[in-house]
């Protein structure tokens, strides 16, 4: 019989769980259980999961390449390369890029967990995010070990030089757009002091203010950056623009040596998007007509769900952009998620993003018609 090691020898481990924030959603299963119970049922506008069926364009080149057995290529095929290219300039104005500043992701979550990693942040350094912010930063610049810094002012970062700065626009869960004057401030700051600067553009393509010259922009347009895309990567996904969340295809674009350094690690890590999906993400890249019909679906339930969350007595604050409703009734957000569940209706709670989202809750488009005008109907019995 083995004799176990006694404790006292084993060798220490790190818990890298342990050093990771709690799973937010876990803090809902109260609420959810209230909203479920609901005699009509649950409407859940707490995720950003799509609901819309992939365009038939796309599910075509899934199936016309899923028999293909080799490897897929880290780097991504020429075509899917082209066809970012090409996609950037002609939906966003993005001119100048070249196939090797691109690389594809599995997803663009696993991309910006592990992007401080990957491109150098060392235990200790600092990585700035926005003080309202998507979950994954965080857990990105924990896994590197390095300290997290919560800013949307440049003033208050200081005299340090961070080692990276996350910013995201339109913004996950609020919804603001970020002017190219401002990111051209952010730019000319990293600059300045040697920082890399990741910028969140998954919801690039999803803007509501009516004035082009309100519409959302890259950090890689030539406004912001004049067409130099030294320490810029942006993050782009096809999940909420082309339902394709569950093919877990997104891509990563600009720094020519930044690119490369992410494709070497990625490269050996086995980080490579399967080819069917590479060849699906060609055909939503060059079909824009499927990206165009799916926003215009989203812009229908957003009128709906705005129009019933102000007749409910709640303020909608920011929400230029993306696929959420940033709302407040100037009550503790816990509140009003529980108030919300009582009527069957699922959202979630600001402080999931950060202490400045403590009054707010995110209340998502990501529902189907009939689910969004039965959330509607049900928000305005709370109305006077």
Not at 198 to 213: A, I, K, M, Q, R
Not at 300 to 323: F, K
Not at 340 to 360: K, M, S
Request: hydrophobic share 40%; glycine share 10%.
């Amino acid at each position: 019989m083995v004799e176990p090691v006694p404790e006292h020898v084993r060798p220490a481990r790190r818990t890298l769980s342990a050093q990771l924030p709690d799973f937010p959603w876990d803090s809902l299963r109260e609420a959810k259980a209230t909203a479920t119970a609901y005699p009509g049922g649950i409407v859940n506008l707490s995720v950003g999961t799509p609901v819309d069926e992939v365009a038939p364009s796309i599910q075509l080149a899934l199936s016309l390449n899923a028999a293909e057995p080799g490897y897929p290529q880290t780097t991504g095929t020429p075509e899917l390369r082209d066809a970012v290219v090409e996609a950037l300039a002609r939906r966003f104005g993005v001119t100048g890029v070249q196939p090797e500043q691109v690389l594809p992701v599995i997803g663009t979550k696993e991309a910006i967990a592990w992007m401080p990693l990957v491109l150098g942040v060392t235990p200790g350094q600092t990585v700035v995010i926005p003080e309202l912010a998507y979950p994954t930063y965080e857990v990105g610049a924990k896994l590197a070990g390095a300290r997290v810094l919560r800013s949307d002012s440049l003033l208050r970062i200081g005299p340090e030089s961070p080692a990276m700065i996350f910013i995201n626009s339109p913004a996950n869960p609020h919804g603001r757009v970020l002017g190219v004057g401002h990111l051209r401030k952010v730019v000319e700051f990293a600059r300045e002091r040697g920082v890399i600067v990741v910028s969140d553009e998954c919801y690039l393509g999803l803007g509501w203010n009516t004035d082009p010259e309100d519409a959302p922009v890259s950090v890689l347009d030539p406004r912001v950056c004049d067409g130099d895309f030294t320490g810029l990567v942006a993050v782009h996904s096809l999940s909420k623009t082309s339902n394709m969340a569950s093919y877990r295809s997104g891509f990563l674009v600009g720094d020519t040596d930044l690119i490369a350094e992410a494709l070497a690690v990625r490269r050996n890590a086995g980080l490579m998007m399967p080819g069917p999906i590479q060849a699906a993400t060609v055909a939503a890249l060059k079909d824009d007509g499927q990206e165009l019909l799916q926003k215009e679906r989203y812009r229908r339930r957003r009128e709906i769900l705005a129009a019933a969350v102000r007749d409910a007595g709640m303020r909608i604050d920011n929400s230029e952009g993306g696929l959420y409703l940033w709302a407040t009734e100037g009550r503790p957000c816990r509140e009003t998620v529980d108030r919300l569940a009582a009527l069957g209706i699922l959202v979630a709670p600001g402080d999931f993003y950060g202490p400045t989202g403590e009054q707010h809750v995110r209340i998502g488009l990501t529902a189907d018609d009939s689910s969004i005008a039965e959330a509607a109907a049900r928000l305005r019995t709370l109305a006077g």
